[in-house]
C-alpha cells in the first residue's frame, strides 16, 4: 500500500491525514508516534545535540578542581557543583514535558537550546562577581537549558523510527556523547588549567593582592570553554530552527481531546513497578557516573602531589576515551549477545575495578577508576529505552521521559555523599566505595530483568 492509500486508510478509521506528519521524504508516523523509518538528517541533526550536554558535564568535572582551589573548598562543598547541575534538571524536567507534550519536542530542543546559550552567558557577570554562589548559579541555569534539551532528545531519539529499534537508535545517539565529554575536558586542560605547580600551591603564601590577581586570572580563564561552546549552539538553534521534523506524537483522538495531567500521570506511573526499578537505577547509574569523574582529577592529585591539574586532567581525558570505547564495544556485544548479560558483566567488572581503587595505595589505583570508566558502557541509553518501554499507555510517554530525567539527580547527591565520605574519613581512595554500592545496584537490576525474561519465556 503506497504511503497515500495508507493514509486515505487512516482518515477512514477517523484520524485526519494531516496528523499523521507526512514529512518531506515520505516518512509516515503511526498512530503510537514512531514512524515507518527513520528521517536519517534529522535523526543525526538531534544526535549532534547529544554531546553538548556531555561537554557541559565535563568542564564541570575541571570547574570542581578549580574551584575547589579558587574558593578554599572541602571535597563535599565542592561537590556542590555537581548538585547545582543536576538539581537544575530535576527541577525542571516535568515542566519541560509539558511544553513538549503542548507544543512538540522541536520546540523542546530550540528551548534547551536557547536557554543554555544564556546559561553560558551568565559565567561572565559570574566571573566578575567572583563568588561561588553566583558561578553555582549559573551552573543551575545552564542546567536548565539541558533539562528541556535532554528531555526532548532522549524520548525523541527513540520515537523517531520504528519502534523495535528504539533502543538501538537512542543507543546510537548516546554513543555522540562522549564526544561532548572528551571535548569539554580538553578544553578544560587547555584553556582553563596552566602548566606549572598545582594552583593551590601557586596560592599558598601570596599576600592578599597577588592572590587576589591570581584569583582573577584563573576565573577568567573558566569563560574560553564557554565562548567556543556558544558559538556552537547559536548554528545548532538556526539548522533546528529551518529543519522540519515530524511530531513523534500519538494519534489517538481521544488522547488529542483529553491530555492527561501530571497527577494523572504520576498516578498511573507509580503503579507500574518497571518503571519505578528504571528510576531507582538510572539514579544509581547517573550517581556512578558522575561521581566517578568528578573525583579521577582529584583522584591523580592526591596519588601523585608531583602533578598539576593540566597534568592530572590527562585522567579525566583518558577515562572519556575509556567511556567512549567501552560503550562502543558494548554496543557491539549487545548485538552478539544477551543484552542483559553484557550489562550485567560491565557492571560486576566496574565494581572489581573499584575494588582496586580503594585497597591499592599506589597510582595505579587511578588506571583503576579509568577502566571503572569503560564500564558504564550503554547503561543509561539502555534503562532510558527500557524504561520509557514499560509505558503502555502513551499518553503519559513525555511526562514519564521527564521523570526518568529527573533520576539524574543522583548525579548531584552521590558525589556529595562521596565528599562527604572524603572528608570524614580523610581518604580519597575509600570515599570510592559508594560507587560500588552504585555499580552492585545495577547489576542486581539487569539481572531481575533479564530473569522476568527467562520466566515469560519459559511461560510462553
Keep these: 500500500m503506497s504511503v497515500n ?155 523517531i523510527g520504528p519502534k523495535e529499534s528504539a533502543t538501538l537508535r537512542l543507543n546510537i545517539s548516546q554513543t555522540f556523547t562522549p564526544i561532548g565529554f572528551l571535548s569539554g575536558a580538553l578544553l578544560g586542560k587547555y584553556l582553563i588549567f596552566t602548566d606549572g605547580d598545582a594552583l593551590h600551591k601557586q596560592l599558598e603564601g601570596l599576600n592578599e593582592a597577588d592572590r587576589h590577581a591570581l584569583a582573577a586570572e584563573a576565573l577568567q580563564r573558566t569563560l574560553e570553554p564557554y565562548r567556543l561552546i556558544i558559538m556552537v549552539l547559536v548554528v545548532l538553534v538556526l539548522l533546528v530552527a529551518i529543519t522540519q521534523y515530524p511530531h513523534c506524537k500519538p494519534l489517538n483522538k481521544a488522547h488529542e481531546e483529553k491530555p492527561s495531567s501530571t497527577g494523572e500521570t504520576l498516578r498511573y506511573l507509580s503503579k507500574n513497578p518497571a518503571f519505578i526499578k528504571g528510576i531507582i537505577n538510572q539514579f544509581m547509574y547517573v550517581g556512578v557516573q558522575t561521581a566517578l569523574w568528578s573525583f579521577t582529577i582529584r583522584l591523580a592529585l592526591h ?39 553484557v550489562l550485567i558483566a560491565y557492571s560486576v567488572l566496574g565494581m572489581v575495578a573499584l575494588v582496586y581503587v580503594i585497597s591499592v595505595p599506589n597510582f595505579s589505583a587511578v588506571w583503576a577508576a579509568v577502566f571503572a570508566s569503560a564500564m558504564l558502557g550503554p547503561g543509561w541509553a539502555t534503562i532510558y529505552a527500557r524504561t520509557l518501554d514499560t509505558v503502555e499507555d502513551k499518553r503519559f510517554t513525555e511526562t514519564a521521559g521527564a521523570i526518568i530525567v529527573m533520576a539524574i539527580i543522583g548525579g548531584a547527591v552521590i558525589p556529595v555523599i562521596q565528599g562527604l565520605i572524603s572528608d570524614l574519613t580523610g581518604s580519597m581512595q575509600f570515599s570510592f566505595i559508594i560507587n560500588i554500592l552504585c555499580f552492585g545496584t545495577m547489576a542486581l537490576y539487569f539481572w531481575d530483568i533479564h530473569r522476568q525474561a527467562q520466566k515469560g519465556k519459559v511461560a510462553a
Design 303 to 341: 596519588m601523585d602531589s608531583s602533578i598539576n591539574e593540566r597534568s592530572a586532567s590527562n585522567y579525566m581525558i583518558f577515562a572519556f576515551i575509556a567511556f567512549f570505547i567501552g560503550k562502543m564495544l558494548a554496543n557491539f556485544l549487545m548485538t552478539r549477545f544477551n543484552q542483559d548479560m
Design 5 to 159: 492509500a495508507t493514509a486515505h486508510h487512516l482518515e477512514d478509521e477517523g484520524v485526519p491525514n494531516t496528523s499523521w506528519g507526512l514529512i518531506k521524504d515520505r516518512t509516515l508516523q503511526k498512530r503510537d508516534g514512531y514512524l515507518s523509518k527513520i528521517p536519517l538528517f534529522q535523526f543525526i541533526l538531534l544526535s549532534i545535540c547529544f554531546p553538548m550536554w556531555g561537554a557541559a558535564a565535563s568542564l564541570n568535572d575541571i570547574l570542581i578542581t578549580q574551584f575547589k582551589a579558587l574558593f578554599t573548598l572541602s571535597d563535599v562543598a565542592s561537590a556542590f557543583v555537581q548538585s547545582a547541575f543536576y538539581g537544575g534538571y530535576f527541577v525542571i524536567a516535568i515542566p519541560a514535558s509539558r511544553v513538549i507534550r503542548k507544543f512538540s519536542y522541536k520546540v523542546g530542543l530550540l528551548l534547551g537550546l536557547s536557554i543554555y546559550i544564556v546559561g553560558c552567558l551568565l559565567f561572565f557577570p559570574a566571573s566578575h562577581v567572583a563568588t561561588y554562589t553566583i558561578f553555582l548559579a549559573a551552573i543551575f541555569s545552564v542546567a536548565v537549558g539541558l533539562s528541556f534539551l535532554e528531555t526532548s532528545a532522549n524520548t525523541y531519539s527513540s520515537m
